[in-house]
Structure formats: C-alpha cells, structure tokens
C-alpha cells in the first residue's frame, strides 16, 4: 500500500476517535445565531471553512501561475518553430554552397 493511503486512513481513523469521544452538544455562539452542534461537527465544518477560505487566498496566485506557464509553453512551442526553420534555411544555403562550390571547381578544372 501507498505511503498515502496509509496516512490517510491513519487521519480517517483518528477523526471516527475523535467523533465518539466528542459527541456533546457544545454551544456555538456567531453573530446573532446561537445553536448547539457536536464538538466534533463543530470542529468539522470549522476546518471545512478554514480549507475553503485558504484555497481561495491561493487561488489567484495558482491561476496567475498557471496562465504565466501556459503562455512561456506557447511561447518555446513558437521559438522552437522558429529554430526548425531557420535551421531548414541554412540546410538550403549549405546545399547551396556546395552546389555553386562544385560549379565553380568544375569551371576551374575545365579552363
């Protein structure tokens, strides 16, 4: 078994203990409303909340990063492109060379 899946029915087993030791209506004052929740539920939804609110601090940062990398992506896709060609022009200029080098050596041997 995965060294995650252990870890997390090692959590999931701790939070079942946790519920049975701590099923007692506890007071929860917020605002105007008032109600009596399980300490453990309590603690749930309070962590639930938490996690919310700190991925949607991190979301711009992971969006920005995210857009920032798929733009560098698109941008090495066009400069590697753009190296596939230049490198087909100088393959054409070199057989050129050659071409016009043989031409020019069969010229001289000719005269």
Sequence with gaps: ???RLILSLA????AVIFTLY???PVPVKF???EFKS???LVIALTLILGA???ALVAAPSALRKSW???????HSAELNARIAELEQAIAAKDRRIRELEARVGATATSV
């Design 22 to 24: 701590n099923y007692e």
């Design 1 to 3: 078994m995965s060294l």
């Design 52 to 54: 919310a609110a700190a």
């Design 11 to 14: 959590i999931a087993a701790l």
């Design 38 to 40: 399980p300490l453990a």
């Design 31 to 33: 605002a105007v409303w």
């Design 68 to 74: 920032k990398l798929s733009r560098e992506e698109r």
